[in-house]
């Protein structure tokens, strides 16, 4: 039997009330107060500038921090293994398990339209920027998954329904196509960090909301500086008395001659009638505009939980040690780990409903090391005289370097046993 093969009305014991309950009414559409607030330009930040998923894409330590997450979890390979008791160590092991169609959705094309590695970008991206993301689990009359398909984050409303059953969630889709009611069995559900039982919390409207509002500030207030010429601003004086109407007139035509980045430097500005000017001392250096932006970059980091240095950063000291080994176990363990459990997670209890089979993204490809750190590995891997039993055979470590197999080294290596002491060399006792 296959992985995902189940009897017919095994999905359908919970799910026809729930479904019937998501279809009718204003559940079927998928409004929510978060998309109300970003179509009407978001909630403002403490700089005044509003901020929303998409405006904030638009900072690049923003982008990069998602692009470095999202992108790190899209290169992981996702597994299938079985957990099975062994009765000569008693204890259980794991058996990956070649389930073709399953992995093939999970790696590698999840529906149609779809690759895996844009699916995981997407889900990150959503999980990260708006809270939660949301893959419809889209199966065969028998129960069996035929494909995944990605939802916008506006197309999906999520609301606790209570039944006879217990407590659960539902979900109403509009994806323009039509309005329908989804089961929790059949919603791939990813939240953010901050899970309430129906929503997560995302990034960038707690942590990140001021830091993005700044960023976004700091870089409108760049680019003006710039098309006017990034040139600081000027006072024209004179001893005669001006009326209201000269005075306009000649602002506009400094404005008209010397603004803009087109007329920085195109004209010198001739003065007559006793007039001089004076350049005003504050620049952006003085405003200390780059040492701000610096620490915004610094604070955006900090909200995603990524290293400043891998992001482009690298004015502060980083403590995560040295060497790029080290900065990618670092980033690997105390970020990227807690996303995917809870990615895995939500991916076994919907897929199988079972603790014999579960999946697991390899966290190895990420930290291989280079190739003097890998060769130290596999030979304390395989074992031998001064390292040991071994743990991996020769046809292991091939395999994890996409080589054949060669004839007769699958044996693991195991220290033979010491020789029996010859009579009359056994140690002497002490003297008591």
């Not at 290169?75 to 009765?87: F, H, K, S």
């Not at 970059?297 to 891998?310: K, L």
């Not at 089979?357 to 090391?369: K, N, P, Q």
Request: neutral net charge; aromatic residues 8%; glycine residues 8%.
């Amino acid at each position: 039997m296959k992985l995902d093969d189940r009897p017919s009305g095994f999905w359908n014991a919970v799910r026809t009330a729930a479904v019937s309950n998501a279809g009718n009414g204003s559940t079927a559409y998928a409004s929510s107060d978060r998309r109300l607030i970003e179509l009407f330009g978001g909630m403002p930040s403490a700089s005044g500038i509003h901020v929303t998923a998409e405006s904030s894409m638009r900072v690049a330590a923003v982008y990069a921090c998602v692009n470095r997450i999202a992108g790190g979890i899209a290169t992981l390979p996702c597994n299938v293994y079985a957990r099975e008791w062994d009765p000569e160590r008693q204890r259980f092991t794991r058996r990956l398990v070649d389930d073709a169609p399953l992995w093939w959705l999970l790696n590698e094309q999840p529906c149609a339209a779809w690759t895996g590695a844009a699916h995981w970008e997407r889900a990150m991206e959503y999980s990260l920027l708006r809270g939660d993301a949301f893959t419809w689990i889209r199966r065969k009359p028998s129960g069996a998954i035929n494909e995944f398909v990605p939802l916008p984050w506006d197309a999906v409303r999520s609301e606790r329904l209570t039944l006879d059953a217990g407590s659960r969630l539902m979900y109403a889709v509009a994806d323009g196509y039509r309005n329908r009611g989804v089961d929790q069995d059949d919603m791939l559900h990813f939240p953010g960090f901050g899970f309430d039982g129906v929503r997560g919390r995302s990034v960038i409207s707690h942590a990140a909301h001021n830091a993005t509002g700044n960023a976004l500030a700091m870089d409108t207030y760049s680019g003006k500086v710039f098309a006017g010429g990034a040139n600081p601003s000027i006072i024209l004086k004179t001893d005669k008395k001006m009326s209201p109407e000269l005075v306009g007139q000649l602002q506009a035509e400094v404005v008209k001659k010397y603004a803009s980045l087109q007329n920085a430097h195109n004209l010198p500005m001739v003065l007559t009638e006793g007039m001089s000017a004076e350049k005003i001392s504050l620049t952006p250096e003085d405003a200390q505009l780059l040492d701000a932006r610096k620490f915004q970059v610094i604070d955006i980091a900090r909200a995603f939980g990524v290293p400043p240095h891998m992001i482009g950063e690298t004015s502060a000291s980083t403590s995560w040690g040295s060497g790029i080994e080290s900065m990618g176990r670092a980033f690997v363990q105390y970020t990227l780990a807690a996303h995917l459990k809870r990615l895995e997670q939500e991916l076994n209890r919907k897929l199988f409903r079972t603790a014999r089979l579960f999946v697991e993204f390899d966290r190895s490809a990420l930290v291989e090391g280079d190739l003097a750190a890998q060769a130290a590995y596999f030979r304390a891997a395989l074992g031998g005289p001064g390292s040991g039993k071994g743990w991996m055979s020769v046809n292991d470590v091939r395999n994890r370097k996409n080589l054949p197999p060669v004839a007769g080294e699958d044996g693991i290596y195991t220290p033979p046993d010491k020789a029996p002491a010859q009579p009359g060399t056994e140690p002497q006792k002490a003297a008591p």
